[in-house]
C-alpha cells in the first residue's frame, strides 16, 4: 500500500511537471502579449510591461523561470490585477467554487444512487421508466439550460430563491440544482446497470435460496459490488463539476473560480490562465488517487498494488 502510494505521487509530479510545459508553450503560442490590447498604453509603456514580466526574455529563460517559480510553489504574478499573485487570486475564488461543486456532486449521487437502486428493484415498471427518463433528460440537456429554466420558473415565477449572485446558502439552491442534474443521471444509470448485474449473480440466489429478505439482498449483499464501478465516474465527475462551474457561475453572478477563469482569458491574463489550469490538474490527479484508494475501502478484496481482486 505505501509503495503504492509513493509511486502514484511520483507519477503526479511528474504529469503536472507535464502539464505545466505544455501550457506554457500552448501559452507561448498565442499571438501577441497581455499588452497588445491595450490601445491607451503607448509602445514605450507596452516595453516596459514587457520588461517587468519577462516577456521580452527569450522563451528558454521564461520556461526555466515559470519552472524555478513553481518549484517554489509561486504561481506568478497576475497582469489583470496589480500586484496580486496567482495564488492568492486562487484562494479568494475557490471557495464559491468549491462549496457550488461540493453540493452539486453530493446531492446529484445520494439521489442518482438511490434512483438507480429503486430503479433495479421495480424493473420494468413505471419508476424504472420514469428514473431512465430523468437519466436521459439530465444527461442530454446542458447545465445552462436547467439553470435558465430554474432562474424563470422557480426565482421570477415562484420567487422562492434568489436568482443571481451570492450571499447566503439561499443563493446556492438554484444553481447547485442545475449543477447536480447531470451527476444523478450519470449515477442512476451506472447504478441502475450494475444492480441489475449483481442481483442476477449466483451468489444473490443462492441468499435468496436462504431466505434473506428482500432488504438484506439489496442493502448486504447487492449495494456494495454494485457502487465499485459508480466509484470508478465519481472522479472524472467531480472535476467535470468543476469546470461546468464555469458557465453555470457566469450566468448566476457568482464570484467564483470558474468566472475569474474566463475572465482571464478573455484578457490574456496568463499567469492566471496557466495556475488556474494546473490547479485543476492537480485537483483532477488527487481524485483520482482518492478514488483507487476509495476502492479498497469499498471492498477490501481489491489490491491497490496489483489491482486485482
Known amino acids: 500500500m505505501t509503495k503504492y502510494l509513493l509511486q502514484r505521487i511520483l507519477y503526479m509530479f511528474i504529469t503536472l511537471f507535464l502539464i505545466a510545459s505544455f501550457t506554457f508553450f500552448l501559452m507561448k503560442m498565442m499571438p501577441g502579449s497581455p499588452f497588445t490590447m491595450q490601445d491607451k498604453l503607448s509602445e514605450a509603456q507596452k516595453a516596459i510591461l ?4 519577462g516577456l521580452d526574455d527569450p522563451m528558454p529563460v521564461q520556461y526555466l523561470k515559470y519552472l524555478g517559480s513553481l518549484v517554489q510553489g509561486d504561481l506568478g504574478i497576475s497582469f489583470q490585477y496589480d500586484n496580486r499573485s496567482v495564488t492568492s487570486l486562487i484562494m479568494q475564488r475557490i471557495g464559491p467554487s468549491a462549496q457550488l461543486g461540493f453540493q452539486a456532486m453530493f446531492f446529484g449521487t445520494i ?4 434512483l438507480g437502486v429503486i430503479a433495479a428493484l421495480r424493473q420494468n415498471t413505471w419508476v424504472d421508466y420514469g428514473s431512465t427518463i430523468m437519466a436521459v433528460l439530465g444527461k442530454s440537456i446542458p447545465s445552462f439550460v436547467f439553470a435558465g429554466l430554474l432562474q424563470y420558473w422557480i426565482g421570477v415565477k415562484l420567487g422562492w430563491f434568489p436568482v443571481a449572485f451570492w450571499s447566503g446558502w439561499e443563493f446556492t ?13 450519470i449515477s442512476a444509470r451506472f447504478m441502475r446497470t450494475e444492480m441489475i448485474e449483481v442481483l442476477g449473480s449466483d451468489y444473490i440466489t443462492l441468499a435468496r435460496a436462504k431466505g434473506a429478505s428482500n432488504y438484506d439482498i439489496a442493502v448486504k449483499h447487492a449495494l456494495r459490488n454494485a457502487l465499485i464501478p459508480v466509484v470508478t465516474v465519481l472522479g472524472p465527475l467531480a472535476v467535470s463539476l ?9 450566468i448566476f453572478s457568482i464570484p467564483g473560480l470558474g468566472e475569474q477563469f474566463v475572465r482571464s482569458i478573455t484578457t490574456n491574463d496568463y499567469p492566471v490562465i496557466m495556475g488556474t489550469t494546473l490547479f485543476f490538474a492537480a485537483l483532477f490527479i488527487v481524485i483520482v488517487l482518492v478514488v483507487d484508494i476509495l476502492y479498497g475501502i469499498i471492498d477490501p478484496r481489491i489490491r491497490l498494488a496489483g489491482g486485482k481482486k
Open 111 to 114: 439521489i442518482g444512487i438511490f
Open 242 to 250: 468543476m469546470t461546468g462551474t464555469l458557465v453555470i457561475e457566469k
Open 173 to 185: 439552491v438554484l444553481p447547485t440544482i442545475a449543477l447536480a442534474m447531470f451527476p444523478i443521471a
Open 50 to 53: 514587457n520588461a517587468k514580466y
